[in-house]
């Protein structure tokens, strides 16, 4: 049974470049989170969808975050004209109907220059 | 405004011994709470939770005890094995459904030494 998968694993990118972040959630899974996890730090929450329903975006820092679930499996969180607190591990999280604990793939560690 | 907090960066206790990982809250709306284990290069990985009806709850070698009016709780590992080495962060949210968010302390790292 395959887990929550995410792409690509490392990302390099210049200041004012912008990525795309892609989460491939556990089959069946309705609920899928996006946590940004700083160095040092616990991962904190960024969005939430259900099937492809985004009911929670407060945790984005700016309008440079997007993030879509279009047909409510695979996600991506893309960030324009990216800066360099931008750095961080970006993990992706999903959960099935009724389930009580969140899945982690193991994330895309992000690094600006 | 830290909702959820781990005071310990780091523990390190000897193979068989008892480990003890702390956590304190904040906020009186949380009612779920969770510990996660992480090892470097990946995901974190769920290790037990508890409601807040409980004040106990034991999976094998883990124990998490919770004390409400203290708004803290604990997870006991005993014996401790090598193998346990890993960053150990605890979780909260308000409400255990599959759309609950999750704040995250900023975890403990422990290490057992053999």
């Known amino acids: 049974g395959a887990g929550v998968s995410q792409s690509p694993r490392y990302k390099v990118a210049k200041r004012g470049q912008d990525v795309a972040l892609r989460c491939d959630p556990i089959s069946g899974h309705v609920s899928l989170f996006w946590y940004q996890q700083a160095l040092g730090q616990g991962p904190e929450f960024l969005t939430y969808f259900q099937n492809e329903a985004q009911l929670d975006k407060s945790g984005l820092p700016s309008d440079r975050f997007f993030a879509e679930r279009p047909e409510g499996s695979v996600s991506t969180l893309k960030i324009q004209r990216t800066q360099q607190e931008d750095s961080a591990v970006y993990l992706c999280?999903?959960?099935?109907?009724?389930?009580?604990?969140?899945?982690f793939g193991s994330g895309t560690q992000l690094s600006v220059l | 405004d830290q909702q959820v907090k781990q005071n310990s960066p780091s523990l390190s206790v000897q193979e068989g011994r008892i480990s003890i990982l702390n956590c304190d809250y904040t906020n009186s709306m949380f009612d779920y709470f969770l510990w996660y284990k992480k090892y470097p290069a990946e995901g974190p990985t769920f290790l037990i939770s508890i409601s807040s009806i409980k004040d106990k709850n034991e999976d094998g070698r883990f124990t998490v005890f919770l004390n409400k009016s203290a708004k803290h709780l604990s997870l006991h590992i005993v014996p401790s094995q090598p193998g346990d080495s890993a960053v150990y962060f605890c979780a909260a949210s308000a409400g255990s459904t599959s759309g609950s968010r999750l704040t995250f302390g900023e975890g403990t790292q422990l290490t057992v030494n053999p």
């Open positions: 999280a999903s959960s099935p109907p009724g389930g009580e604990k969140l899945f």
